[in-house]
């Protein structure tokens, strides 16, 4: 008997946390669109199939073969590479050559070759100037530097990393999470931009720039913020849709007198408009406008990026048509349907 009542107890418990868990969007959402719909005495079932034709799905970032650019090898002679022996930069060079060198990430790439670049200036200074040996590596550093531009691409827009940072394997982010911002991936992005700006990397700097690119692998955080933005656009074209159905019969408040419905209308603007909706797309937003700015700043700074790249952005960010600007668009109008709604009962926030 003792051990069915510890049972039920530990059942119980279980079930508290899971009630107590966080938040779903979709959860606020359904509910402020609910008391909305019934407030306002309008069915949201036709008006929900409606929203959801009219959502556009979200374009899919582009597979790694269409973003990577062929890098044309740079190869030393075998006799010039064994007269490199006074130089660091031949235990670099065979490190390549080997079987591990020979399948290294996008990102590791980038650090092989700034290296590279690095103990080749070094070597040069102890080699004589009038010698071939000097005229050869001269120019393998110089096509190395050449070359960094498309490194640095397929090091980043074209990895892997960035492939897991916009999938869309993810769900909506919930009440909790999209409080929580993601400062460590705000500055990997930051370190890896401020890494493609230079050809030197000086071997202190190496872990850093390991480190921001294994904070960029472990994160889906750019999926999630899309996949949200587009929660937010459906949820509120549906209470637009509501808000609008109200405001083409008649007016909710006669020569602009608040009444009861009107009270119970106060209450979900108030409480789960403003206390629950707000409040998550305020974060979202914060959210969303520091990713994609860093993303638009660190793509910016690329002359080598692929055309299907350059589509995928303008689609996502850039157009007047993009996710982005769509997301602020329904962010605005929906304020305004409020605004017209709560003035035909004289309550226009901001007035008396």
């Known amino acids: ?76 002679n075998l006799l010039d590479f064994l007269k490199l022996s006074t130089c660091n930069l031949q235990r670099h060079v065979g490190q390549r ?39 050869v590596l001269e120019i393998s550093v110089d096509s190395k530097r050449e070359q960094l531009p498309i490194i640095r691409w397929n090091a980043t827009f074209a990895s892997k990393e960035f492939s897991t940072l916009f999938s869309l394997s993810v769900n909506p982010l919930d009440v909790e999470n999209v409080a929580i911002m993601p400062t460590q991936l705000y500055g990997a992005l ?47 074209a549906q209470a637009d849709a509501i808000l609008g159905a109200r405001l083409s019969s008649r007016p909710l408040c006669l020569q602009q007198k608040p009444n009861k419905k009107f009270d119970v209308l106060q209450v979900v603007f108030t409480k789960f408009y403003i206390g629950e909706i707000q409040p998550y797309i305020s974060k979202l937003h914060q959210q969303a406008e520091a990713l994609l700015t860093r993303i638009d700043r660190l793509s910016t700074g690329h ?44 309550r226009l926030p901001g007035g008396s």
């Open 190 to 236: 930051d370190t890896i931009k401020h890494y493609t700006q230079t050809d030197l990397l000086l071997a202190s700097d190496e872990e850093k720039l390991e480190q921001a690119f294994s904070v960029i692998a472990s994160s889906r955080r750019l999926g999630e913020i899309r996949d949200s933005m587009r929660l937010v656009q459906h949820f509120l």
């Open 1 to 76: 008997m003792a051990v069915c009542k510890y049972l039920v107890i530990l059942l119980f418990a279980a079930l508290l946390v899971s009630c107590n868990g966080p938040k779903s969007a979709e959860d606020i959402f359904d509910n402020y669109i609910y008391r909305l719909s019934n407030v306002l005495g309008v069915e949201r079932d036709e008006i929900t199939q409606k929203s959801l034709k009219q959502l556009a799905p979200l374009k899919r970032y582009p597979v790694r073969r269409e973003l990577t650019h062929d890098i044309a090898p740079v190869k030393i």
């Open 97 to 135: 050559n080997s079987s591990l060198g020979r399948v290294l990430q996008p990102s590791q790439r980038m650090l092989y070759e700034y290296k590279f670049i690095h103990l080749g200036k070094e070597c040069l200074q102890q080699l004589d100037k009038s010698s071939e040996l000097f005229r």
């Open 303 to 346: 002359a080598n990026s692929s055309i299907v790249f350059t589509e995928f952005w303008e689609a996502a960010f850039l157009s007047d048509e993009s996710e982005w600007n769509l997301f602020n668009q329904s962010i605005k109008q929906h304020t305004h349907s409020w605004q017209r709604l709560l003035d035909q009962c004289g």
